[in-house]
């Protein structure tokens, strides 16, 4: 039962957290693009309503596959935002200076914000050391290198944690080199229910080393990104379960084209480096429950999925990403991705050993009418098999009218409305109604559906990597 201390508490974090969004709010209308010395404001935000063909709250159409959301245009069903602020704490006669950084998001499942802001992100950086030719010296909790897929809302790999290390610095070779340490799942699991038997039964947390070298030029326009982590369980196998060590590879060229840009990489991870949770039982309805706890949103690499997952277990991707922009009034964002999930008799393949198969593809055009309106379109398909069970096909279909900053394909902020249109077969029927959160099981026996409504997505101020 809760008690006025528990409400006391509640309030208390929400009132520092509703603080510090109001402070960043002011700071902002001081100066959005500032340098370091004067501070400088951040975020981004994305809200909106709709309703569907089927009655009720908006209906979105993914097939899961433990990424959080599928082709985002007009089939997003979740409201997020994320406010952050930045500024030199200290600075020395020669020019090296302290920088804090703090940012407070809300995220919902729905299309009404939570009111529960948290505190994201807070860490310090040493800037102007001259032993670092150029990087830079962090410590804290952080969003550390997460690009990603933008009309996915896939971060293709994401190193977010808490922890410390040194950033870009360059190199002979052109380029920069990183390294950073993180302490991820930092939980314990504990045996007895009193304080006269409470005993360490094990952890779900691990050690995980980051190595990155970002900017290798290796030919007119192109570059390489190389990326390693390295994750090692931080406490001993006991309690009946065997800890592993994992780790993932990652390889992508850069390269730019026809005003915009395209990234093809190679991933590969083994066991916590798979990015998977704690091994599940799967079912065509939930199979998401093989990506379980301790393990990362949204088929993400790089951080530390679950340290009970071995050398058995390995996840494969390949994917091409590219975006143009070839005339003032056109640009447009296209994507293939073939990604693969082995896993011996638990986990993801449920009692069947095996591989799951993930195939997508998907074309994003925006047309600029004028200088505040474009038109913009969506087609995503997707392809989910897993062993012994028939493939699941998923096809999202969007229009989307738009008022904008300006005519380029990421100018924001943008307004938008939108008509999205779903198809899929019998076999995703179970999959398409579990993943819609806020609505399960509105969509029955139903291969189509239809959601239109409105939606705003903004960011301001820069990358803080």
Known sequence: ????????????????????????????????????????????????????????????????????????????????????????????????????????????????????????????????????????????????????????????????????????????????????????????????TSLNNYSFKSSNSAIRNNFLYRGLPVNAGGTLDLAVSLITPSSPDNGGASRHSGYSLHLFHNQDVMGGGNTFGVQ???????????????????????????????????????????????????????????????????NYIHQEDKSPVYGINGASSGTSKWDSFGIRPSYAINEHFKLQGQIGIDRLSYPGTDTENLTTFTIAPTISLGKGFFDRPELRFFVTHAKWNNAATANINANNANSVGALGMATSGTSFGVQVEAWWGKNWF
């Open 1 to 192: 039962m809760a008690t006025p201390s528990m409400f006391a508490h509640g309030a208390l974090r929400r009132s520092i957290a509703q603080a510090v969004m109001t402070a960043c709010l002011g700071m902002a209308a001081l100066s959005a693009f500032a340098s370091d010395d004067e501070g400088e404001f951040t975020g981004y935000l994305r809200a909106g309503a709709g309703t569907s063909s089927h009655g009720g709250t908006q209906n979105c159409y993914y097939l899961g596959n433990g990424n959080g959301h599928g082709y985002r245009l007009g089939n997003e069903c979740d409201s997020y935002t994320e406010f952050g602020y930045s500024r030199t704490m200290a600075k020395a006669d020669d020019g090296v200076k302290l920088v804090g950084y703090i940012m407070v998001n809300d995220y919902s499942g729905d299309s009404a914000y939570s009111g529960k802001l948290g505190i994201s992100q807070i860490f310090v950086q040493a800037k102007g050391l001259d032993w670092l030719n150029g990087g830079t010296a962090w410590v804290g909790e952080r969003y550390y290198e997460r690009p990603d897929i933008h009309w996915m809302d896939l971060q293709y790999i994401n190193l977010n944690g808490t922890g410390g290390g040194f950033d870009n610095i360059g190199t002979d070779l052109g380029g920069k080199f990183s390294y950073a340490i993180f302490k991820d799942n930092d939980t314990n699991n504990i045996a007895g």
């Open 268 to 334: 590969y991870g083994v066991g916590a480096g798979t990015g998977r949770g704690d091994p599940g039982t799967y079912t065509v309805a939930t199979p998401w429950t093989a990506f379980g706890s301790n393990g990362p949103c949204c088929n993400r690499m790089g951080v530390s999925g679950s340290t009970l997952l071995g050398s058995d277990d390995t996840r494969l991707r390949i994917f091409d990403a590219l975006w143009i922009q070839p005339t003032k009034d056109f640009g447009a964002g296209f």
